[in-house]
């Protein structure tokens, strides 16, 4: 008797674990048919018109605020209020090293944002710059937003001369990937963090 339970309790881990798998792929399949979908409309609807990129103003709160706590989303980090108006306060401070752009639309309205860190480095009297965050509001993904964004920072860092551009990116972020591509591939090296 308690040999068939045993059977009968490893049966059903099993039908449900495949359950599981199947409704995994299946989610998954839908989920890529949609993001596909949506990437042909938004490349048919092509880059977006009249886009400008410049350093982001006080009159940019409110819409970088709502961008930034999406972008925290994203990453799954809960930004507590206080770091936000720091990370504010810096991009608004001249003197700071931390930079913030945007890029706006034909109508001025703040699509995306790029925050930089400019620092020295010991192996060129050049200093560098570290993209830290890149986004770009979800209507205007695959239109070239993040795109200019970089290609402004890279022009920057040319005219301003900069030693280097660089970021990283999580592994699975393949979205990101396939822009970051198009710059140049990833260089292979590995990131260690020892948060405090």
């Known amino acids: 008797m308690s040999a068939t339970i ?102 001025g309205n703040l699509i995306g944002f790029a925050h930089t860190v400019l620092h020295p480095h010991t192996w060129s009297p050049k200093t560098l710059c570290y993209l830290e965050d890149l986004f770009v509001a979800q209507p205007f993904r695959g239109r070239d937003v993040g795109h200019a964004l970089i290609t402004f920072l890279w022009r920057k860092a040319e005219q301003e001369g900069w030693g280097r551009l660089y970021w990283h990116t999580e592994t699975t972020n393949t979205a990101a990937r396939r822009l970051y591509d198009r710059f140049r591939p990833a260089d292979g090296y590995v990131r260690y963090t020892l948060t405090l």
Request: hydrophobic letters at 45%.
């Open 6 to 107: 045993v059977i009968l309790l490893v049966l059903a881990v099993v039908a449900s674990t495949v359950t599981l798998i199947v409704r995994g792929v299946s989610v998954g399949k839908k989920v890529e048919a949609e993001t596909r979908e949506l990437r042909q409309v938004r490349r048919s609807e092509g880059p977006v018109p009249e886009l400008t990129v410049r350093a982001l103003a006080a009159v940019d709160r409110p819409v970088w605020e709502r961008h930034w706590a999406v972008y925290c989303d994203f990453y799954g980090e809960e930004v507590p209020a206080i770091t936000t108006e720091t990370t504010w306060s810096r991009i608004m401070d001249a003197a700071s090293p931390l930079k913030g752009w945007g890029a706006y639309d034909g109508s």
